[in-house]
């Protein structure tokens, strides 16, 4: 009962000319691709159950698995979770990537959405799709380009049972196609200035961010005097690097000082 509903594809990557279509269609196929082997799988075990099937050395291995609240090794390999996520978190994070998927598979302009990158199963292809729509969006190069944040408050982006809810302001800069807007990242070593938009210094471990607004900008327009490069992480975990961003600064602290404490974006966390 708690399996995820069926996806529907739209259309072949190849056939696509649009970066971020082309990238939105691929995580289509990449679901379809998923829970069409869960299906099957859970399909197989009710016909070993059953007796009309003869059981295998993967079903086996499968049922194993299910029968102490792991992942099946196969389905873990489409995408990256923490070791330490259990097979419920895993499912309960599995039905928000799909109900993610359903959204921008109807959606008529899927490149003005919010997305919750660490949603996606190839969160670096998205961040790549959004730097080449930026430029060919502008006629700039690609290696001019540099990505930057800023953070939305509460009163821009809400995330309640009907689904996000985005401010005048959050919509018009999501309509702009130089930014995008992602959902569902921890920022951790630092705080965020809301009246100033900028990092700030805290004795919190993590902070979680409303929204996030990435911003492609040119080279000349960046001021690196008042900006800092942080990561941008899949998890907290660390291991999987997914990109850099540039965030501002407050004057009077030094750079080194978010350095030092370890200042990164998350963009994944587990479902509460």
């Not at 059981?55 to 102490?68: E, F, H, P, W």
């Not at 959050?170 to 200035?193: S, Y």
């Not at 961010?209 to 992480?233: N, Q």
Request: aromatic letters at 8%.
């Amino acid at each position: 009962r708690a399996a995820p509903q069926q996806l529907t594809a739209r259309a072949s990557a190849t056939k696509v000319p649009d970066p971020l279509q082309r990238c939105f269609v691929r995580e289509l196929q990449d679901g379809i691709t998923l829970l069409g082997r869960i299906q099957r799988d859970f399909a197989d075990m009710f016909k070993i159950c059953a007796g009309e099937m003869k059981l295998t050395n993967y079903l086996r291995s499968l049922m194993m698995d299910l029968s102490k609240a792991l992942i099946p090794t196969h389905w873990r390999k489409a995408y990256i979770v923490p070791v330490s996520t259990s097979f419920g978190m895993w499912l309960k994070d599995l039905q928000r990537r799909v109900s993610q998927l359903q959204r921008l598979a109807v959606a008529e302009k899927s490149g003005e959405q919010p997305i919750w990158l660490g949603g996606l199963f190839n969160p670096e292809a998205f961040i790549t799709a959004t730097r080449q729509a930026a430029a060919r969006a502008h006629g700039w190069s690609l290696e001019s380009l540099r990505l930057h944040m800023d953070v939305l408050g509460e009163e821009d982006v809400r995330d309640g049972e009907g689904g996000i809810r985005l401010s005048d302001r959050a919509k018009a800069l999501c309509a702009t196609p130089e930014v995008t807007l992602i959902t569902g990242c921890t920022l951790e070593g630092a705080g965020w200035n809301f009246a100033e938009s900028r990092l700030a210094q805290t004795d919190l471990l993590s902070v979680r961010l409303p929204g996030v607004a990435f911003t492609w900008k040119r080279g000349e327009e960046a001021d690196s005097s008042t900006t800092d490069v942080i990561p941008l992480y899949l998890n907290p975990t660390r291991l999987e690097l997914v990109s850099s961003v540039r965030a501002p600064v407050p004057a009077e602290v030094s750079a080194a000082r978010f350095y030092q404490s370890g200042t990164a974006v998350c963009v994944w966390q587990e479902p509460i």
